[in-house]
């Protein structure tokens, strides 16, 4: 099946063409990716005083001359020139900005930019969309959607919608309610009974609910997760899981890349060793700023009695610095769970060939065991084996814990809904 998703079985003539319209694929998502981060867009925000000074952090000085000052007027050109900010809406920061910033036309035109831009993006997608449709035909399927899922648990594009559909009108009711909840706390806080609710005003007025509902400090949820902690957690839940314990092994000379590499290996009583493990976690200069897991090598049956044993990295970028032990805040706990829910999945998988070990599933499954892992990374019986306070040694308290999950839930709904409206929106484009 793999070999034929690159057209194998294609005449000589079909599948040269299938391979030039795989390689310009290829540069075609690669340029649309690189155009992102070229060209993330900004604006240019005056007076200074519109934005908070604890969001100084995201943005740069600028300035310019102001306009109305008489040729004849006191001062130096200096004294006639405006500070104010410039602000590169790149997602992340975007992102950040948006929850934060209390006028609502800074927020207004900083959401407009940072979702019309890069231009070139558009020429991009549309060469993308038709070199795809292309492919897919060539292949035999009606579409590249029907192409892209014929090997997944989904199978077509029929199942995607129909359950997308469902879900949706499912969280509908809860999700209406909710847009009410946000919509009469902007008219209640705004002075404006009439206000409307618009699509920069969301992210601002669910972080202020939020906010003010849970009172969530993050450097206090962040003193009970040091990192040993977190990996020490680990080893208690693969353990009560699986029955499976893991501990550090010494590196030989010239194993490991970097000093704050780490080796585990993960050992069965009666299977005896499973698989190795390197934890690079803390973050430095130059490093590959995501966190990722690698599979360095997958498992595979090499006779009757051999079995390869998988090798799997994490890397994250966990900051801190050398001296004071690296303290996780919630969103790393939860991402460091997730990672190492891939790298079970590597570990743990038995199989024939190497093709087909741990991660190396169908697409829509790749994701079930990581998820899995992130949600004990809110399960109070988790977190009290590990989560303790890094001075007190206190457990964290359940109560605190709570309010983490409840400021989570408090509009999932909102955010399930974000799924379909994606995709209705583009179909009906
Ligand atoms: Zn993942």
């Known amino acids: 099946m793999d070999l034929e998703k690159g057209g194998i079985h294609l005449c000589s003539e079909k599948r040269d063409r299938a391979n030039e319209l795989s390689i310009d694929i290829i540069q075609l998502c690669r340029e649309y990716n690189e ?152 008219r209640e806080n705004s002075g404006d009974p009439r206000g409307e609710l618009e699509p920069w005003d969301e992210a601002y007025f669910t972080w202020l609910m939020k906010s003010a509902t849970y009172k969530l400090d993050s450097s206090v949820i962040a003193s009970y997760f040091p990192l040993p902690q977190c990996i020490e957690g680990l080893k208690v839940l693969v353990e009560s899981l699986f029955g499976v314990t893991f501990h550090k092994v010494p590196l030989a000379p010239g194993e490991s890349w970097h000093p704050d590499v780490m080796k585990i290996v993960l050992h069965h009583p009666t299977e005896g060793d499973l698989g190795y493990l390197y934890l690079d976690l803390k973050s430095r200069k130059g490093k590959y700023p995501i966190c990722a897991h690698f599979a360095i090598r997958g498992g595979r049956r090499v006779s009757e009695t051999e079995y390869q044993l998988p090798v799997v990295a994490l890397v994250c970028n966990f900051s801190g610095s050398s001296l004071a032990p690296v303290r996780l805040n919630h969103f790393e706990v939860e991402t460091l769970f997730h990672e190492f829910g891939h790298a079970l999945h590597s570990l743990l998988s038995r199989t024939e060939y190497q093709h087909f070990s741990g991660t190396r599933v169908v697409l829509d499954f790749a994701e079930t065991p990581s998820n899995l892992f992130e949600s004990y990374a809110w399960d109070y019986r988790v977190l009290k084996t590990f989560a303790k306070h890094y001075s007190t040694g206190d457990i964290i ?15 999932a709904a909102t955010e399930l809904q974000r799924q379909p409206f994606h995709l209705f929106r583009s179909s009906m484009q």
């Open 35 to 186: 155009n992102i981060i070229t060209d993330p867009g900004h604006v240019n925000i005056f007076p200074a005083s519109k934005i908070p000074k604890r969001l100084h952090h995201l943005v740069s000085p600028i300035y310019r001359n102001l306009s109305g000052a008489s040729k004849g007027s006191l001062g130096s050109r200096d004294n006639m020139k405006e500070q104010g900010f410039r602000l590169a809406t790149e997602s992340s920061t975007l992102q950040g900005f948006l929850q934060c910033v209390p006028d609502a036309g800074v927020r207004k035109v900083a959401y407009v930019q940072g979702n019309s831009v890069p231009h070139a993006n558009l020429e991009v997608l549309d060469k993308l969309i038709a070199t795809r449709h292309e492919f897919a035909q060539l292949m035999g399927y009606k579409s590249y959607a029907e192409f892209a899922l014929h090997s997944t648990m989904a199978a077509s594009p029929e199942v995607v919608l129909s359950f997308l559909l469902e879900m949706s009108k499912v969280v509908r009711p809860k999700a209406d309610q909710e847009f009410e909840a946000i919509q009469n706390f902007k």
């Open 397 to 411: 308290p359940k109560e605190l814990v709570e309010s983490m999950v409840g400021a989570k839930k408090m509009f």
